[in-house]
């Protein structure tokens, strides 16, 4: 197994999707895929492809460590008591543990993300 892994930013294997759980959405009918492509540390860290459909939910990180590189379209983060920033192809942002905020998906957005769950 090698221990450089290149993530596929247009995977040819099926998705898998999902939907926000009911108490995380706010407005719209936001739907998600994800291409997972590399599991480390006993699960503990993520890295793949996500895709999500126009709409807003709660994003509450709790102990996790995510970092995002936005391949395509284009969201706002607000986070609770602070700013709201946008974010677009080509960007690159951290929430760190003990986010809270809301997510936006103005388009349709794909991202690469590394997780990093305790």
């Not at 090698?2 to 959405?25: G, H, V």
Request: aromatic share 10%; hydrophobic share 35%; glycine share 10%.
């Amino acid at each position: 197994m090698s221990l450089l892994i290149t993530i596929d930013t247009n995977p040819d294997f099926a998705p898998k999707d999902a939907l926000p759980a009911p108490e995380r959405l706010i407005s719209g009918n936001p739907s998600f895929k994800t291409w997972a492509q590399d599991a480390s540390k006993g699960e503990k860290v993520l890295t793949g492809v996500w895709e999500a459909t126009p709409g807003e939910t709660h994003s509450i990180k709790g102990t996790t460590f995510e970092f995002c590189h936005i391949l395509s379209g284009l969201i706002e983060i607000e986070e609770k008591g602070g700013e709201t920033r946008r974010y677009r192809a080509g960007d690159s942002f951290v929430m760190k543990p003990g986010f809270v905020g809301v997510w936006r998906t103005i388009e349709t957005v794909r991202k690469i993300y590394v997780c990093h769950y305790d």
